[in-house]
C-alpha cells in the first residue's frame, strides 16, 4: 500500500521553463510534507517543506503547492537550471510519528541546457 | 562538523555473509534512522532509535538487526545476506528543529 505516490518516474525540462513535479497521498492524517533532492552517489537533501494547514511554501526559485482536498502537492522550480537535475523524492510525516517519514518513489528531473 | 557519516561506501557480499553497515553523527541527535533505497522504490523505513538503548522496526526489518548503544553510533547489521538485500541503504539523524540529515549512502551488492 503505497501512501505516498510519485507517478512521473522522470521528467525532462528545457533549462529557463518551469518544472512541475507530483506528488499524490492516501493518508489525511500527514500533517506535514517535504520534498528533498538527490544526487547520484550523495544523500538526500532537504529542499523545501509545507504544513497540512497552509495551500503554498516558497523559497527562491522553489514553491510547493498543496491541495488537501485532492491530497495532492507539487513543486514548482521556476526558472530550471541545469544543476536542478537530480532525483526528487516527496516526503510524508504522520502526526506524532517523531522523523518518521514515508517517501514517495522519486522523480528523476533532467534539465537540459 | 561531520554530520552523518556512513561506512563503508560500497561492499560486495556473497550469499549468506554477515556485515555490519556503520553509521554515526556528531549533533548530538537522539533520533537515528535506516533505510533502503531500491530503484523506483524510494525509501523504505528499516529500524528506527529514538535514543540511546531504543530501538523499533520499521516497515522492512526483515533480515536486519540494529543496537543503540550510544547516542552517536547506530550500527545495522546483516546476518545472512540474501539477493534481495541488495540495495543502497542510507542513515539519518533528525530533530524537529532541523529535520533530516542524511548520510551518503553505502552501496551493497549480494551476490
Known amino acids: 500500500d503505497q501512501q505516498v505516490k510519485q507517478n512521473s518516474p522522470s521528467l525532462s525540462v528545457q533549462e529557463g521553463r518551469i518544472s512541475i513535479l507530483n506528488c499524490d497521498y492516501t493518508?489525511?492524517?500527514?500533517?506535514?510534507f517535504l520534498w528533498y533532492k538527490k544526487y547520484p552517489a550523495e544523500g538526500p537533501t532537504f529542499l523545501i517543506s509545507i504544513s497540512s494547514i497552509k495551500d503554498k511554501n516558497e523559497d527562491g526559485r522553489f514553491t510547493v503547492f498543496l491541495n488537501k482536498s485532492a491530497k495532492h502537492l507539487s513543486l514548482h522550480i521556476v526558472p530550471s537550471q541545469p544543476g536542478d537535475s537530480a532525483v526528487y523524492f516527496c516526503a510524508a510525516h504522520l502526526y506524532n510519528q517523531g522523523g518518521k517519514l514515508i517517501f514517495g518513489q522519486g522523480t528523476e528531473l533532467s534539465v537540459k541546457p | 562538523n561531520a554530520g552523518v557519516t556512513q561506512t563503508p561506501k560500497f561492499r560486495i557480499l556473497k550469499i549468506g555473509q554477515s556485515m555490519t553497515l556503520q553509521c554515526t553523527q556528531d549533533m548530538n541527535h537522539n533520533y537515528m534512522y535506516w533505510y533502503r533505497q531500491d530503484p523506483g522504490m524510494g525509501l523504505k523505513l528499516i529500524y528506527y532509535?529514538?535514543?540511546?538503548?531504543?530501538?523499533d522496526k520499521g516497515e522492512v526489518p526483515n533480515g536486519y538487526n540494529v543496537s543503540r548503544s550510544t547516542t552517536e553510533d547506530f550500527p545495522l547489521r546483516l546476518e545472512l545476506a540474501a539477493p534481495s538485500q541488495t540495495s543502497v541503504y542510507f542513515c539519518a539523524s533528525w530533530t524537529e528543529l532541523y529535520g533530516y540529515t542524511f548520510g551518503s549512502g553505502t552501496r551493497l551488492t549480494v551476490v
Open positions: 493518508n489525511s492524517m500527514f500533517d506535514y
Open positions: 532509535s529514538v535514543g540511546a538503548g531504543i530501538t
